[in-house]
């Protein structure tokens, strides 16, 4: 019997949402007696898989994360090989069109979002947020397979270690059909899917001319940078940086919102973020409703001070 | 060109979100129904762009007992030319997929879009399940959207990188903002709308894997605590020292 993690682990460093889901698979084992495979593809060095805390490694060297049935064929024949109850993914990117897939392939119960362990002292429980995270939804799965897609920042990260057996995957995926044409950088800065901070901005600042204030806030605090969706709109911020019900939605540790009033649309994007500082200069404006910290005040007035709040304190750590 | 949009009914985003029957169903009392945003504003609308600069047909395709129709409809006024109900009340997206897949199998679709996810269960489940059922390949989250002959070239907002991709028809799309305007129905639509074909399809028969058993609302928020603008600079301290975030 076995957990099967899978996790993109390439870059620099291993992302926090690969670590997340190792974090996750290995408490569902450890709660059931499996063992872990962490099921991964690239170009990652075998030493660096070995220590991330998995029993075992298998990875697709050849294996294209934008190619779905490539990995989904990867990680249905290993969760086969090894008897998989459960399959662990990450709710990102890769995760989204990859899990859905394998879950019906291998005809198992597909919980997307979840943000708490299987509850298992009847069945197999997990809750999921829904309604943009307005709400949340315990669903049974029922199918002796079990697809778990993990919401980001959902589970703090417990370092793994060990000597697992790295073994490159030889089984046929078959050729790419959708494949890379080309990437491009949008903008310098971290990806706000990561962040544990996010400075966000809206039409209270008048104009993208006014964005350096933003930019500079979010650069003193390592924070990704976000806007609402008028904003968005009106081009005068980029689409990938529109939160909310109908862009991308976050749950960082620190959400920071200057001069949006907070329509029930915005908060269903932000409202899973662990503390929300709101900075607004109508008093009477509802995301006070949801923040922790508020500030009525100019946002070309307060940022100023902030920066320097930020810069002091930078200065002292 | 032939092209299947997948359609779902939702709440509209302002609904207030409560439930009944001991919190195992949502309650719909009172509430206004919607075509789920991202399947109308970027499915749809770029399904119906590509139509009529290439020709072809656009089919809508929705899973849903009767008290979906209207919804169709206005998916029928924005411009889809015909459209099909499944008759059936899933309990998961699987369920959906399955029956998608079972109308979708020989019709010989070119493209088949979908939302990237639905503001409700906001799963990103239906798509990529479908491609699997279908054996086809599948782009998600694509921002941008063009088709040259039998090839579809896509860009897709991932990890702050866009990413060009390209991949042959038939195939399936899940959408993202950034590919269409939305478009508001006309009464010209509107109108035809009534009278377009709304075929309603027998369901088949499918495994149930997993059910929602119970909704929660989140705990409610603690009072927020409010800082004179003059002393902004201590929000940044409290953030640090109380909250521990930064």
Same mark, same amino acid.
């Given at each position: 019997m076995s957990v099967i993690v899978f996790a993109d682990?390439?870059?620099?460093k291993v992302a926090k949402a690969a670590l997340e889901t190792l974090t996750y698979g290995r408490k569902v084992a450890a709660g059931s007696g499996s063992t872990v495979t962490l099921v991964t593809f690239g170009d990652v060095p075998a030493d660096r898989l070995a220590a991330l805390g998995a029993d075992k490694v298998v990875v697709a060297?050849?294996? =294209?994360? !934008?190619d779905s049935q490539q990995l989904t064929r990867l990680v249905a024949d290993v969760a086969q090989q090894e008897n998989a109850q459960v399959i662990v993914f990450a709710h990102d990117a890769t995760g989204k069109a990859v899990a859905p897939r394998v879950a019906a392939r291998l005809k198992a119960g597909h919980v997307a979002g !979840? $943000?708490?362990? %299987?509850?298992? =002292? =009847?069945?197999f429980r997990v809750k999921r947020n829904v309604f943009s995270g307005k709400a949340q939804a315990w669903v049974d799965v029922t199918s002796p397979v079990k697809v778990i897609s993990v919401l980001p920042n959902s589970i703090p990260v417990e370092a793994g270690s060990g000597s697992a057996t790295v073994a490159d995957y030889t089984g046929d995926l078959g050729a790419a059909r959708v494949t890379v044409k080309g990437t491009r950088k949008e903008?310098?800065?971290?990806?706000l899917p990561e962040a544990e901070i996010v400075v966000s901005a809206g039409r209270?600042?008048?104009? /993208?001319?006014?964005w350096g204030l933003v930019e500079e806030l979010a650069r003193e605090l390592h924070a990704a940078t976000a806007c609402s969706r008028p904003v968005a709109d009106m081009h005068?911020? %980029?689409?990938?940086e529109h939160v909310g019900q109908t862009g991308v939605a976050i749950r960082p540790n620190c959400y920071i919102a200057i001069g $949006? =009033?907070? !329509?029930i649309q915005h908060l269903a994007g932000v409202n899973g973020s662990k503390v929300i500082a709101v900075i607004n200069k109508?008093?009477? !404006? /509802?995301?006070f409703k949801a923040a922790d910290y508020g500030i009525v005040g100019d946002a070309f007035e307060v940022l100023p001070k902030l920066i320097e709040a930020a810069k002091k304190l930078n200065a002292e750590r | 060109m032939k092209i299947l949009v997948l359609i779902s009914q939702v709440p509209d985003t302002t609904a207030r979100i409560a439930f009944t029957n001991d919190n195992t169903a949502?309650?719909?009392?009172?509430v206004q129904f919607i075509v789920n945003p991202y399947d109308e504003w970027y499915a749809l609308v770029r399904g119906l762009e590509l139509k009529e600069a290439q020709g072809g047909t656009l089919t809508t395709v929705t899973v849903g007992g009767a008290d979906t129709e209207a919804t169709i409809r206005k998916a029928l006024a924005i411009g889809a030319d015909e459209a099909v109900r499944i008759d059936a009340q899933p309990n998961d997206s699987y369920e959906v997929a399955v029956q998608v897949a079972a109308y979708a199998k020989?019709?010989?679709?070119d493209l088949i879009l979908a939302g990237?996810?639905?503001?409700?269960?906001?799963?990103?489940q239906v798509g990529p399940m479908v491609a699997e059922l279908l054996d086809l390949p599948f782009i998600s989250l694509a921002s941008k959207l063009d088709i040259a002959g039998t090839t579809a070239t896509a860009e897709r907002d991932v990890k702050g990188e866009l990413e060009i991709v390209e991949a042959a028809l038939p195939l399936v799309v899940s959408c993202a903002k950034g590919m269409a305007e939305q478009r508001i129905p006309n009464m010209r639509g509107i109108m035809a709308a009534r009278t377009k074909p709304l075929q309603v399809v027998p369901a088949v028969p499918v495994d149930r894997l997993s059910a929602t058993v119970r909704f929660e609302l989140p705990p409610p928020k603690q009072a927020v605590k409010m800082i004179p603008a003059d002393e902004a600079g201590k929000l940044i301290e409290l953030l640090h020292t109380e909250a521990k975030v930064i």
């Open positions: 682990t390439r870059g620099e060297r050849a294996a =294209s994360d !934008a !979840a $943000i708490t362990l %299987p509850d298992t =002292s =009847s069945g903008g310098e800065g971290i990806p209270g600042m008048k104009g /993208p001319e006014n005068w911020r %980029p689409h990938h $949006i =009033s907070g !329509a109508d008093p009477e !404006a /509802p995301f | 949502y309650d719909a009392g009172g020989d019709k010989g679709f990237k996810e639905t503001i409700d269960h906001n799963g990103s």
